[in-house]
């Protein structure tokens, strides 16, 4: 029988509620939430908000006589465990992959001890423990359960060998993560929507983490499993509750089936609520970009009502097959499959590379045929390339992307470490060789000239030869050299440099990386022996050096290291020997840039806007290189700073739109910049510049780059500018500095938002139902027609003069407030002249919202006649129209004043709207009944 059946949870549950107080409890398990995770980590590449490649150098002990130095490091998607895991605390372990770079060891008196290219099948991992955390945004309500890697609380990483130096290279993590922009650090794993106003509306929660069943015991298979588990409180409780004991708490995901999410309703709420509001609750529970849904699966009530289900993908998920792909330059071409809902799709197929121009390959935009350039044409010794699907719903008209990452290498085979130093009587110890090949196919490992190699797989252990060996051959310096193929004929070599004793030249450059072919590289020996002294320079390898230490690399390698040897004697005598490694670049280097000419930054429009946080300033940074253009990399990395305090400014939130206001204590910012275009509305007059807003960016072939960003504001003062960004080095250009221009500085002018007259306001009526027109000053219609439905439309002009659209509206978002309002005629506690309201508003980001009516939840329970959730036919609301549905009722309908006691607290009240237009000025508006008038309305200033 299984571990945690779903019979055994339900048993379990029998014994008492396990909500501890909280309204309900959700449940999420480890694998689907690691697939979301996913596709966030590929999301964030349509963007800027991906996570750069890493280089720097770091100590590796605490003495300090080791560093290491990575270089161009690519961290893969982030892999949710629960080792750490405890119910009482939200820690959870995440475990990221390497999938590219490069990684050297140096000793200081020595120089380097070893280096070697990073594949992913080498198995280097960073690891996070971190806490799970919670934010709520101010203007959508929504919860958002989070993952800060800036907020770890112990990193590590296992590129070096002994504990102290994993954390120290952990350390250096921890520190660049804490510098990236927030929108670089985290993820979201699953959204709660808080802006209902049923009793199951969910208000607040708090985030806990749980391993499964037997995942403690030493050694199971299951030791990383675990559940993320949210406690919800919900409007119709007044606290929260406590914290579930860990020994007691049920583990709530079924290992008999395919379950991965599982919601619990605490027993109260079970004989309160209908079904509706039940379906509610589970509707409240979203995921990132709405790719995965909540499905149902059973429900039971064995005191608590539990329902078992999956988080499965949305209909309107889009993927692509394979996510993430390496492939040898020249290689077969491989197709790419886009699927919708599971179903092979039709989409229209691109192709872009970050760090290269020249070396993306192409890709047919209708079969998804993916063909990379020849090694010859490879112009990096990685090339990561966006792999973008786009589709265009033919009945929502809805377009949707999805993106694949694609590394292309110039080897199909990688061996760690590729190159690494022995010396007889220091270290005799053994070395450890991984090799991988992209073929997947079994290795076979041939034995060395002078150690040994005991292989097994892809592992070798290599044991140098012994002392005697060493000291009988002529040569100071030798190379025992490693090799290792797959059956396709692919092969890899790693060198292993031997020395009779601990060199005693030193030759500068010790180690030299990526030098090109034919290229020319000065060495400099640093004995300081006079002159005369006889230097003998020679070369283990393909390259050739001169007397006086001018190298010159090969025009074709067989392989990637040349040891470059010098030793100096006197009377036939060695008196100092030495060596340098040079590594020889496996690819043609791609055209490159050294300097600037031109670093501008201008407006497209105007140097105004409204500082409502919602309106966007454009701005094109203009750079002229001498040589390549930039790279996607390089423009990526483009960010806007403040000239007086140097600051980076702040990035938009992720599913935010602008600045939100936010009644937090913490000051909120009062610039952000955004590589999103957002739907609002430019400044008001200002006229597009010689280059339009809207247009598209130029073509990439051209220079200058031409570089867009998006600012908002709801700052009271003007402010100077300027961007940065940084070259594949990651050394830093600004434009208040690079050419030195003063175009490379800008100021922003923001203008305070308007200050609406009430009269640029009106409520328009429209009898839809029940006789009578739409006069707004006769009272025929409400005399002679008593039993009526009017539509009530709210309309804008901004001085009176210019008509906007609402983008943005909520009603009764405040606890307390309401969605709907009611008035009798009379006072008369028999009065059953009646009239109520429900509101529609069609969001442009909602679909199929032009017809929906909503009213709130008190009045549908207590009315005690039915309320029509739709506009009438023929009534359908353009975008961004509000309206308010004023239903009068008469004798028949039975609705008296005195037998309607549950209906009181929406008197004499009104509807508390908020809007934002589609400029991004805020409305805070009333709408109520005319006093003593059930017929019609008003609207005026929200007094807040």
């Known amino acids: 029988m299984a571990s945690n059946a779903l019979v055994d949870i339900v048993e379990k549950m029998k014994e008492g509620s396990i909500t501890r107080g909280w309204g309900a409890v959700c449940a999420f398990s480890r694998e689907r939430l690691n697939r979301i995770l996913q596709q966030q980590w590929l999301e964030k590449y349509d963007g800027t908000s991906y996570l750069p490649v890493f280089s720097g150098t770091m100590d590796l002990n605490d003495s300090g006589t080791e560093y290491g130095v990575m270089t161009n490091v690519m961290l893969g998607k982030p892999l949710l465990s629960f080792e750490p895991a405890r119910l009482d605390t939200s820690r959870a372990k ?39 955390s919670l934010v709520v945004g101010v203007v959508d309500r929504l919860g958002r359960v989070t993952l800060d890697l800036s907020k770890g609380t112990r990193f590590s990483c296992n590129l070096a060998g002994p504990a102290a130096s994993q954390a120290k290279i952990g350390a250096y993590f921890d520190a660049r993560f804490k510098a990236l922009p927030p929108e670089r650090q985290g993820y979201v794993l699953g959204i709660l929507d808080l802006k209902g106003h049923s009793d199951l509306t969910p208000t607040n929660f708090i985030v806990l983490t749980q391993r499964a069943p037997g995942a403690e015991v030493t050694g199971a298979k299951n030791a990383a499993d675990g559940a993320v588990v949210v406690m919800i409180k919900l409007r119709g409780s007044t606290h929260g509750g406590d914290i579930p004991s860990p020994e007691r708490f049920p583990y709530l995901i079924p290992d008999d089936g395919d379950y991965s999410a599982t919601m619990v309703l605490a027993e109260e709420y079970v004989d309160q609520s209908d079904d509706e509001d039940k379906l509610a609750l589970i509707q409240s529970l979203l995921f990132p970009g709405q790719k995965n849904v909540f499905v149902e699966h059973s429900r039971h009530v064995p005191k608590d009502l539990v329902i078992f289900g999956s988080l499965d993908p949305s209909r309107t998920s889009l993927t692509i097959e394979p996510g993430v792909h390496v492939m040898k330059a020249g290689g077969v071409p491989v197709e790419y499959k886009a699927y919708l809902n599971g179903t092979a799709t039709n989409v229209s197929w691109s192709v872009r590379s970050l760090n290269s121009n020249t070396s993306a390959g192409t890709i047919n935009p209708t079969t998804g045929l993916y063909q990379p350039v020849s090694s010859a044409e490879l112009g990096k010794d990685l090339v990561r390339n966006i792999i973008t699907a786009s589709y265009v719903d033919p009945q929502t008209r809805l377009s949707y992307e999805v993106q694949a990452l694609l590394l292309v290498t110039t080897q199909s085979m990688a061996i760690s470490p590729a190159v690494v130093s022995r010396i007889e009587g220091h270290q005799t110890n053994t070395v450890t060789f991984v090799a991988t090949a992209l073929s997947g196919a079994t290795l ?10 005991s292989a097994t797989g892809n592992t070798a252990i290599y044991t140098p030869p012994s002392a005697d060996k060493l000291l009988a051959l002529p040569e100071f310096t030798v190379v025992d050299t490693i090799v290792v193929g797959d059956d396709t004929g692919e092969s890899v070599e790693a060198t292993v440099v031997l020395t009779r004793a601990a060199p005693t030249l030193e030759i500068e450059p010790n180690f030299s990386s990526n030098v090109g072919r034919s290229a020319t590289l000065s060495l400099t020996e640093k004995s300081g022996a006079p002159e005369q002294v006889e230097r003998t320079w020679r070369v283990i390898g393909d390259g050739t050096v001169t007397d006086d230490g001018v190298y010159t690399a090969p025009a074709t390698s067989r392989r990637r290291y040349d040891i470059v040897r010098c030793e100096i004697s006197a009377s036939g005598m060695l008196v100092y020997a030495g060596y340098s490694i040079v590594k020889l670049a496996a690819h043609n280097a791609e055209l490159g840039w050294s300097d600037l000419s031109r670093f501008d930054l201008e407006p497209l429009r105007s140097k ?35 000239v007086d305090s140097h600051q980076e400014v702040s990035e938009v939130k992720a599913l935010q739109e602008g600045l939100e206001e936010d009644d937090s204590p913490v ?24 280059r339009d807003a809207e247009a598209p960016p130029a073509d990439r072939a051209e220079l200058p780059n031409r570089v867009r960003v998006f600012m908002v504001s709801r700052s009271a003062q003007p402010d100077r500018f300027y961007a940065l960004f940084l070259d594949a080095e990651g050394n830093p ?21 308007p200050t609406p007259d009430i009269d640029n306001y009106n409520l328009t009526r429209k009898r839809i139902l029940g006789g009578g027109g739409s006069d707004p000053d006769s009272d025929y219609d409400f005399d002679h027609f008593m039993k009526t439905t009017d539509y009530w439309t709210l309309t804008y002009r901004r001085d009176g003069q210019v008509g906007v659209n609402f983008q943005i509206a909520t009603v ?21 002249m009646f009239s109520y309201t429900g509101y529609g508003y069609n969001d442009p980001l909602v679909l199929r919202d032009e017809n929906v009516m909503h009213y709130d939840p008190e009045l549908v329970k207590n009315l005690g006649i039915p309320v029509k959730t739709e506009m009438e036919p023929g009534n359908s609301m353009a975008e961004g129209v ?7 009722c008469e004798h028949s309908d039975g609705i008296r004043q005195d037998q309607r006691v549950k209906l009181h607290p929406l008197r004499f009240k009104t509807l508390n709207v908020r809007l934002t237009d589609d400029e991004g000025n805020s409305h805070k508006l009333a709408i109520g009944f005319r006093t003593s008038d059930r017929n019609r309305l008003y609207v005026d200033h929200l007094g807040e």
């Open 444 to 453: 076979t490992w041939q034995q060395p000239a002078y150690g040994t190699l």
């Open 608 to 642: 105004r806007l409204f500082a409502n946080g919602y309106q966007q300033l454009p701005l094109e940074a203009i750079i002229q290189t001498n040589g390549a253009r930039l790279t996607f990399e390089e423009e990526d990395s483009l960010k806007i700073y403040y």
């Open 667 to 690: 000051p909120p910012p009062q610039w952000a910049q955004t590589r999103i275009p957002n739907r609002f509305k430019p400044f008001p007059g200002s006229a597009p510049g010689s």
């Open 733 to 753: 250009w600004q434009s208040h500095i690079e050419p030195g221009h003063p175009d490379g500085i800008i100021t922003l002018e923001p203008e305070p938002q």
């Open 94 to 132: 995440l475990t990221l992959s390497i999938l590219g770079g490069n990684f050297s060891v140096y000793e200081k008196s020595r120089g380097l001890l070893y280096e070697f290219d990073i594949s992913e099948a080498h198995g280097y991992t960073l690891t996070v423990e971190l806490d799970l």
């Open 812 to 832: 009764g978002e405040i606890p307390g407030e309401l969605k709907s309002i009611v008035q009798w005629e009379s006072p008369a506690p028999n009065e059953t």
């Open 882 to 888: 509000f309206r308010v549905g004023l239903f009068r």
